[in-house]
């Protein structure tokens, strides 16, 4: 199984988010690279090479996706990623109320016109992952491996 994580930062906050993704993977014996999000081409993702995909945004200021991201935002909604298990989490400031982690709900959103399947419920981590996040973060992968396995049958 190959998982890919792509993240966008400014803080390191979002780094740090990736990286407890990343280890639950590998620890669930789960093949997985880290990329920049801003490096990434949607259309070149690939359920051949591909079973699941992590997005891990920021949200900057009062609601706005990363600067970084939006390229992949934008792109993504001509993009077919059917046969891929997508997941998104991130950090926020709860500083922001209501805007507090939206870019989680928006990439959800734009995932959900790709054909991707939606394989856990996104985790919104204020500021950087504290014991209770970083739990959260690695039942939300674990899930994603869950779907993808059941996606594969």
Do not use: H
């Not at 014996?29 to 081409?41: A, C, G």
């Not at 993504?76 to 507090?100: A, E, K, M, N, R």
């Amino acid at each position: 199984m190959q998982a890919r994580v792509f993240f966008a930062t400014i803080t390191g906050n979002n780094e740090d988010v990736a990286d407890v993704i990343v280890d639950t993977f590998k620890n669930e014996s789960v093949d997985v690279t880290k990329e920049d999000i801003q490096l990434i081409d949607p259309q070149d993702i690939s359920s051949t090479d591909t079973d699941i995909v992590v997005v891990v945004p920021y949200t900057f200021d009062k609601g706005s996706l990363p600067d970084e991201a939006l390229d992949f935002y934008e792109d993504l909604v001509d993009t077919d990623l059917s046969g891929i298990v997508y997941g998104v989490s991130g950090s926020g400031d709860d500083f922001y109320g209501d805007d507090f982690a939206v870019a989680i709900d928006k990439f959800e959103q734009q995932f959900e016109k790709t054909g991707a399947t939606k394989g856990a419920k996104g985790v919104k981590v204020n500021l950087s992952p504290d014991a209770a996040a970083t739990e959260a973060l690695q039942t939300f992968t674990k899930q994603l491996i869950v779907t993808a396995k059941q996606q594969e049958k």
